[in-house]
């Protein structure tokens, strides 16, 4: 049932409203300490602008293949022009209110060598009357969604939650909160509320033990007149409390790098989960594993529907499913990474029938970027190049096999007889860092490798394991059969 979700992501319509930020991140290297303070000098070598705030829970939400929208307030300024873009290029239909006299929320990182070296930012509360105006534009498009999730980092843009809410649920929407407030009772009519561990104790919640911490939540939800509330306890993972009800779901990482933004990415997923069809628990189960995958990213970072197919199949050692998302989204996905900066990589063939020599190429292919991208001959194609008895395995099989491989992160199918049997055009699409192939090729002859050299990228031939190949597999299954 979880797996099937996946497919259903596009059904999920989410209203985002909250407040909205720019995160900035200069990046360089530290080598020696400042003559005029105790401070680390840092070479500034690199700049990077991000989607803040309530705009990273949208941007979870549109890397999941939800349809999302936005509203929050910005100033008219450079860096509201710059989050304007970025959400554009996310697919996120933004609708921003710019206030004349106040500017863009805007925290600026310095982070050298994986590590946040100081934070800047740079805001002025936003006024009630602000808020208003978010108000007016929310009654305009709360009937083009079906969930409407606030985000609250207590800027002033969420001023007037209590009416949205109102307006939200004479919608008959369903409606989630990541609270900031110590008042709970300022969410009142919301769905769902998902305070951290340290939100929940200002709001009054006992954490002397389990029981108190069940007791407490539930005392707190009915009295602001709540449905449902889901605890993030860190390392200890999440529990979801109701009136009658509570699951706990175990922490699903092993390493942590960075917890920023994973607020923002379990109430993306668990409201994504809701609109594919999940119920609360499976929801949260989803977004539990979505928390793990995004703690051990660098910075505010998304989850794509891959990572938490892989995920989940991990999870669920016993199904043999597996999401293989369709064309046009696995082209989104790849932008996607681009646009994080993760290096993509392209090999192509075949793998009519999987074996040791592949499996090692694919692991090589993958260490030399952060994606990798197989594309893979369709049916047609593999007989017009080997024949009318091949291919063995047909494609829907080929690409189940090759996916499940934790170096894989897509398949794309090539091959139609108008586009011939040469993956070019589907290179020239994806533009990959590094082409890559295996077996005793020059340069020129690759196909793809005249675009990806033109477009600053590399090519790599890799050599084959000998004595592994396809062939010598069938030529052995026919022998032990005679």
């Known amino acids: 049932m979880k797996l099937a979700a996946l497919q259903n992501l596009h059904n999920a319509s989410i209203l985002v409203v909250g407040d909205v930020m720019l995160d900035r991140y200069w990046h360089g290297d530290t080598g020696r300490i400042s003559p005029e303070a105790p401070v680390p000098v840092v070479k500034v070598s690199s700049l990077e602008d991000k989607a803040g705030g309530a705009a990273n829970v949208a941007k979870n939400i549109a890397h999941l293949d939800g349809k999302v929208g936005l509203l929050g307030l910005i100033g008219q300024d450079d860096n509201g022009h710059k989050l304007r873009t970025i959400l ?15 500017p863009t929320i805007a925290k600026m990182r310095v982070i050298s060598r994986h590590q946040q070296v100081v934070r800047l930012d740079m805001e002025e509360q936003f006024q ?60 009142r009519g919301a769905d769902f509320i998902t305070p951290n561990l340290n939100e929940f104790k200002l709001a009054g919640g006992d954490v002397s033990s389990e029981t108190t911490l069940t007791e407490s939540a539930r005392k707190l939800i009915a009295e602001a007149g709540i449905g449902a509330m889901l605890l993030t306890r860190s390392e200890q ?26 607020g923002d990415t379990v109430i993306a997923t668990l409201t994504t989960m809701l609109g594919a069809g999940l119920n609360a628990k499976d929801a949260v189960e989803m977004a539990n594993l979505a928390a793990g995958i995004v703690v051990g990213k660098l910075g505010a970072a998304t989850v794509s529907p891959e990572e938490l197919s892989a995920k989940l199949s ?24 681009k646009q994080n900066g993760e290096k993509i990589v392209f090999t192509n063939g075949c793998f009519d029938i999987l074996h040791a020599g592949h499996v090692r190429y694919l692991a090589q292919a993958k260490a030399m970027g952060d994606k990798l991208v197989v594309g893979l001959n369709n049916d047609e194609s593999i007989s017009r190049l080997k024949g009318p008895e091949r291919p063995i395995n047909p494609l829907n099989e080929r690409a189940m096999v090759i996916s499940a491989l934790a170096s894989v992160d897509w398949v794309i199918p090539f091959g139609k007889e108008k586009e ?15 082409l890559v192939k295996g077996g005793d090729y020059k340069v020129e002859e690759i ?18 394991l000998d004595g592994c190949s396809t062939s010598n597999v069938i030529k052995k299954a026919q022998l032990s059969k005679s």
């Open 128 to 187: 009630p009357e602000h808020s208003a105006l978010l108000v007016a534009q929310l009654k305009q498009v709360i009937d083009s969604y079906d969930f409407v999730l606030f985000s609250d980092y207590n800027k002033g843009a969420l001023a007037n939650i209590q009416e949205m809410i109102e307006i939200a649920k004479r919608a008959g929407k369903t409606v989630l909160v990541d609270p900031k407030l110590s008042d709970l009772s300022v969410y």
């Open 237 to 262: 993972g999440m529990s979801l409390i109701s009136e009658n009800e509570k699951h706990d779901f175990a922490a699903q990482v092993l390493e942590v790098s960075d917890v920023t933004g994973a």
């Open 420 to 434: 011939g049997d040469t993956p070019a055009n589907l290179i020239a699409t994806i533009s990959p860092d590094i």
């Open 447 to 464: 196909a793809g490798a005249e675009h990806v050299l033109a477009q600053g990228g590399q090519v790599e031939v890799l050599s084959f």
């Open 314 to 337: 991990q999870y669920l050692r016993e199904t043999g499913e597996h999401y293989q998302a369709p064309f046009e989204d696995v082209l989104q996905h790849i932008s996607f990474a």
């Open 88 to 102: 554009e290029n996310d697919n996120i239909e933004s609708q921003l209110v710019a206030v004349e006299t106040l």
